[in-house]
């Protein structure tokens, strides 16, 4: 066999991939960095992080309550969001029929006052098809209807003669029954509440619920509810999502907005008063910043249980007469303080007061703890802020001296012309800018109001629909938070939940459809700060010629337990950093048992995660087998690292 020669061709390629590998390989070698972190955890250098300091905000945008955590399978349950007028638009309703076997319109006969419109349903044939003729809902794009499980159907019916209609949940073209009753509706001129539970018999993500009959004849639906009974501790939330809020260990919940709480204009911002109450005497309202109608459900009570039921402290952000679009003169912005005064009457007033006896009506006698309010939105720069913020302000300060004020306008670099106890701070940016903001703090005052970061994140082209990236620059912002916590006393990611199904706001840290869920990134980077509130922060120095693509913080923190000295450091960098850590002044031995050390990284510094590859990029713990005092970790390029090294008990134990 005569030996091939290599073509000139192949020589050139060869090395093409030689010099290539060549470069390769030198550029790893000349990647590695070195650095030193030095913790000073001497006890007269730590300081308390405040208890509130990470939290989470719920806005109602992208369908996070309606459709999201809020667990109501019917959309437009009252048949109100066509407005109104009627005939109205009653979608996402829709008829099974045609003209000629039934006739479907609003009017205006409901029997409750704040939300009179009903559909009166007319069926036209003697012979009706086998399956009947009727309406469906196909609630928020598909009802996630599983099997073995129980749907509590309630409705309001008025019919004047007897008919028998069937209750269905159906797959979305009503062909796979699962669950089924029918009911006999005594024939009568006034309304009657029905309820039916369904225990369906087989899943379907994207089901219907149908109402239909076979008898010719008129009747008439208002406020039909379908709930899944096994919500978060039966107060009708849905428990994956609500599991996920509390693995944040949020310390506070912001809500219900946002641009949300302040409308396009005023006449569709969120009132509370319009919110509470039993359900289906709510009037439901048009959000015309993110443009899709609420029922209400979740409304200002159930937003006071939710904080309850996460452990987090409420704050209400209320309106404070100013929208988008409109404002309320200073002059007669009175009837607007009264409002605010009786929703914190309703929150925090016994249950014998005007409003705190709605409140126990609703079944919580024990008034809930509202220690901070948000005097509007972004609102600072707008002509009667001022104005309206100190009317607010001095009504709180006489009627609940305890309750702490914050204003929409900053006070990061310059003293406010107004009093408050915290100051808003937004800041959505890109990448690089938000990872330089971690010393944003570093230079203001100590002695005015404290801060409430109420709304961060990067967006745009750094962030895609969840980033590595995003996260890292996030990360590095919150520990200089930690490190500036004398004066920022909370903060919070913006927005937390996103319906796929209806994105208005990109990106989000949870992301959700009727049946799934999972975490962006940034939501992981969030669970490596959760055990900072209330922790101790300790001094560090970096030393390292990359110091500029390093972020790192340092706390002891305790769990049911133990202790642990946590260092985080986030490499925004793409290099990877040998990085040796040495404490002193700890009052313990680390113990090499009971250390970890937790990774967030990935291949790609813009990787995702998505409902087929959730786990993509998640934080990776792993003991840490040689913890001590001083040690060498390796930081993967574009990595978020948080060592737990666990400091040894007894010893604590004696010095205290
Ligand atoms: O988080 C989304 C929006 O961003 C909020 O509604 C608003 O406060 C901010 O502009």
Known sequence: MGSREAS??????????????????????????????????????????????????????????????????????????????????????????????????????????????????????????????????PGFWGMNIEDGKTYNLVMYVKSPETVELTVSLTSSDGSQNLASATILVSGASNWTKLEQKLVAEGTNRTSRLQITTNKKGVVWFDQVSLMPSDTYKGHGFRTELISMMLDLKPRFLRFPGGCFVEGEWLRNAFRWRESIGPWEERPGHFGDVWHYWTDDGLGYYEFLQLSEDLGAAPIWVFNNGISHNDEVDTAAIAPFVKDVLDSLEFARGSAESTWGSVRAAMGHPEPFPVKYVAIGNEDCGKKFYRGNYLKFYNAIREAYPDIQMISNCDASSGPLDHPADLYDFHVYTDSKTLFWMKNTFDGSSRNGPKAFVSEYAVWRSDAGRGSLLASLAEAAFLTGLEKNSDIVWMASYAPLFVNNNDQTWNPDAIVFNSWQQYGTPSYWMQTLFRESSGALIHPITIISSYSGSLAASAITWQDSENSFLRVKIVNFGSDAVSLTISATGLQARVNTAGSTVTVLTSGNVMDENSFSNPNKVVPVKSQLPNAAEQMQVMLSPHSFTSLDLALAQSELVAEM
């Open 8 to 137: 000139p061709a192949t020589i050139f390629c060869f090395l093409l991939l030689f010099f290539l590998g060549c470069k390769c390989l030198a550029s790893e070698l000349k990647a590695t960095q070195t650095a030193e972190l030095k913790v000073d955890a001497s006890p007269q250098l730590a300081r308390h992080i405040p208890d509130t300091l990470f939290g989470i905000f719920f806005e109602e945008i992208n369908h996070a309550g309606a459709g999201g955590i809020w667990a109501e399978l019917v959309s437009n349950r009252g048949f109100e969001a066509g407005g109104p007028h009627t005939p109205s638009n009653v979608d996402p309703w829709s008829i099974i029929g045609d003209d000629s076997s039934i006739f479907v319109a609003t009017d205006r006969t409901s029997c409750f006052s704040r939300n009179t419109v009903a559909l009166r349903m007319e069926v036209l044939c003697d012979n009706c098809p086998a399956g009947g003729v009727g309406i469906y809902n």
